[in-house]
């Protein structure tokens, strides 16, 4: 099996983190109820190039806090180089609802018709012992810095998003959200 299969194999699926949200409750902590769904849609892009190296993936974030909900949904194109896999961030097709976003909605799509985020820098992962751990920083303007780590494991993803206007934290937990893969029968 190829290193991006195995990476696409280990960020794809149905996540919570529902044992970590208990916990924080449990201590009073205040903490998002998350649920992450990471779906490959290569099978929704028409005209992929030939002998295309890369596996477009549809995330679905949905994060509840003090009783709202919030949904973040996100395209990424998946793709392995001499240093690692990277992830690259895509605008949401035109068209498509950018607040209702999932692989369930999303309608088929042109290749000629995406368009690779501007603000997002790619993030880079290396694997170890077959847990991949990386990501990257982004300067959403003058002012915003986007800071994104995350850790791909067999039952788990961890992730640390973090968003600083003027050098200020706005945005983030001192703690990764630890998703849990969660198996259906």
Known sequence: MSKLTDFIKLMTGHFDNKEQFDKMQAEGKTYPYAKHINTACNDKIKNLPENFNGTFVVEESYYETDGKSHASPHLFLISENNEGIVLSSYDIPNGEDKNTFSYDSMKAVDYSELNESKK????????????????????????????????????????SEIIEVNGRRTFGYDDPIVYKRKIFV
Do not use: H, N
């Open 120 to 159: 997002f820098t790619p993030a880079l992962y290396r694997e170890k012992d077959g847990v991949w751990e990386g990501g990257s920083t982004s300067q959403f303007s003058p002012v915003m810095i986007f800071k994104l780590w995350e850790r791909f494991s067999e039952d788990s993803l961890e992730v």
